[in-house]
């Protein structure tokens, strides 16, 4: 079992920049695909990005292309969502999850972290 713990969620003026961070514990994320969602009050999970095992591909939301990349350092467990030119409508509580290799969907979830973006 994986635990994910995500962080870097703050307080950022409109146009400002944050990098989450999504650290595994309790066994490797290296064979797999790790997403980014985020849920703003009253909305429903939105996905924001994914990335495969080895970095080779990511897949991005249609409401942050262009803003926001995924990364990751397999060395340090750890997944990455930086975020550029945030606006107040990327206000949300954002998530990590992990796929499951066999059916692709996501089974483990990190508790969150609170990213609030004034304008």
């Known amino acids: 079992q994986v635990q994910l713990m995500e962080s870097g969620g703050r307080l950022v003026q409109a146009g400002g920049s944050l990098r989450l961070s999504c650290a595994a514990s309790?066994?490797?994320?290296?064979?797999?695909?790790v997403g980014w969602f985020r849920q703003a009050p009253g909305k429903e999970r939105e996905f924001v990005a994914s990335i495969n095992w080895s970095g080779s591909n990511a897949y991005y939301g249609d409401s942050i292309k262009g803003r926001f990349t995924i990364s990751r350092d397999n060395t340090k467990n750890t997944v990455y969502l930086q975020m550029n030119s945030l606006k107040a409508e990327d206000t949300a509580v954002y998530y990590c999850?992990?796929?499951?290799?066999?059916?692709?969907?996501?089974?483990?979830w990190g508790q969150g972290t609170q990213v609030t973006v004034s304008s």
């Open positions: 999850a992990t796929a499951n290799p066999s059916t692709a969907k996501y089974d483990y």
């Open positions: 309790g066994r490797t994320l290296r064979t797999n695909t």
